[in-house]
């Protein structure tokens, strides 16, 4: 993993996390920030609430079709989560795909795999709150490793081969522990 100041696991309390990411820290001018507009991903993280990122995007479906797809999946998130859906933005080996991450305290797993069947998903990301996994549809490990952070260093998004972005700002979930990490292998 690559520098500690790109991880919020550096914070030891919730509290100290919460003042770093402070309440106006959308500009790169917040004092070096590295995770200014990540405030509301950070927070879910940092609160050990439950979540759930997943894409209705299909790499073999049109640009109109993907779109329908996405907005079908957010106006069913919405409707499920209220103001507890956001819209992140992904890309991965030079494609990209749109995607919501939802959080709260439904059963955001299970909703989740349901929409990994409906939109025919390889794989999902959910978080019980304390670990962050990447899982099949049938809830199966699609890794074999958790992640339990959140990077916005660019060794990290080199390492795992993309990134996804909120707020314009990219990151990526990562480990702090460097043997449980995803190294994305173009060769493989």
């Not at 050990?48 to 999946?73: G, I, K, W």
């Not at 507890?84 to 955001?108: A, C, D, M, N, Q």
């Not at 080199?158 to 990134?163: D, L, Y």
């Amino acid at each position: 993993v690559g520098d500690d100041q790109y991880t919020i696991d550096r914070f030891s309390t919730v509290g100290e996390l919460r003042e770093y990411v402070g309440g106006d820290t959308d500009s790169d001018e917040n004092n070096g920030n590295p995770f200014s507009g990540l405030e509301k991903i950070t927070q879910i993280i940092a609160s050990f609430t439950p979540f759930a990122v997943v894409s209705a995007y299909r790499s073999e479906l049109s640009d109109d079709e993907n779109q329908e797809r996405h907005e079908e999946l957010l106006a069913d998130a919405k409707s499920k989560f209220g103001s507890r859906v956001l819209e992140l933005e992904g890309e991965f080996e030079g494609s990209k795909e749109k995607s919501i991450l939802v959080y709260g305290t439904e059963p955001v797993e299970l909703i989740a795999r349901a929409w990994c069947e409906q939109y025919e998903q390889d794989a999902i990301i959910v978080s019980d709150g304390f670990e962050i996994s990447m899982i099949k549809c049938d809830g199966s490990p699609y890794l074999d490793f958790t992640f339990n952070t959140l990077s916005v260093d660019p060794e990290d998004m080199k390492m795992a081969g993309g990134s996804s972005s909120y707020n314009g700002r990219k990151f990526v979930f990562t480990s702090l522990d460097p043997t449980n990490h995803l190294h994305y292998n173009p060769d493989a």
